[in-house]
């Protein structure tokens, strides 16, 4: 099935339960890889990639390549800010761009029908809204994929290999495809994520956001432990 939302897009929908609407990983890790997601978005449009030697950029900064309008509001906000902001580390461009994201892609998914909000009490007291799932067909549709993907051992198209990478990147392949191996289904995400299924801008682009991904999960956890 073609992937016809935003990676970030069906990367949160497919890491959301379906009938409780709760994220399969932490609010940290939630943040930061679909910030990545939107950042791999725009390397596979060779609209940025890390800038390299001998570049006006230092290097490793992400460079934005071609800040034309794209088909999407949200890429088009986004690829503005990078253009205009100073360059920065994918680390610093994910911290960045972290803050009320998973927000406005929940309110792209209600509007296209996949989720609806349901606000519950926590603790009898505090409002917190859950996403759960309306239409499971395109979810159902990416699943399918992604198990023809990571089980059955088929090729994917970059756009699919890279959701993949941010799946293997906060270690959430296994959950999102059921299978009896979960450890292969694992193995075969991690290979998948260090495969030359891109080019080389755009690998570069996969290996500096994922690896930016992991980085700040860390950062954003020993800061929080430090302080408790």
Not at 136 to 144: D, K
Not at 168 to 181: E, F, H, I, L, N
């Amino acid at each position: 099935m073609p992937l016809v939302g935003l990676i970030a897009e069906d990367l949160l929908l497919l890491l959301l339960d379906d009938s409780t609407g709760k994220a399969m990983v932490d609010s940290t890790a939630l943040d930061r890889v679909l910030a990545g997601a939107v950042l791999l978005e725009l390397a596979l449009d060779h609209r940025i990639a890390p800038a390299g030697e001998g570049e006006s950029i230092k290097k490793g900064r992400l460079a934005v390549r071609n800040a034309d309008p794209t088909r999407d509001e949200l890429l088009d906000r986004v690829l503005s800010r990078l253009a205009e902001d100073r360059p920065r580390k994918p680390e610093g461009a994910i911290e960045k761009l972290s803050g009320g994201l998973r927000k406005e892609l929940l309110t792209r998914l209600a509007a296209r029908g996949l989720v609806r909000p349901e606000v519950e009490r926590a603790l009898g007291l505090f409002p917190v809204t859950r996403w759960p799932a309306v239409d499971p067909a395109y979810e159902s549709g990416l699943r399918a994929e992604l198990t023809r993907v990571l089980v059955d051992g088929a090729e994917p198209a970059p756009r699919t290999a890279a959701l993949v990478s941010l799946l293997a990147a906060v270690d959430a392949a296994a959950k999102v495809v059921p299978s009896a191996d979960r450890r292969a289904v694992k193995r075969r995400a991690k290979e998948l994520a260090r495969g030359e299924w891109a080019g080389a801008a755009v690998r570069q682009a996969v290996d500096a956001v994922n690896g930016a991904v992991a980085a700040s999960i860390v950062a954003v956890t020993v800061a929080t432990g430090s302080g408790s």
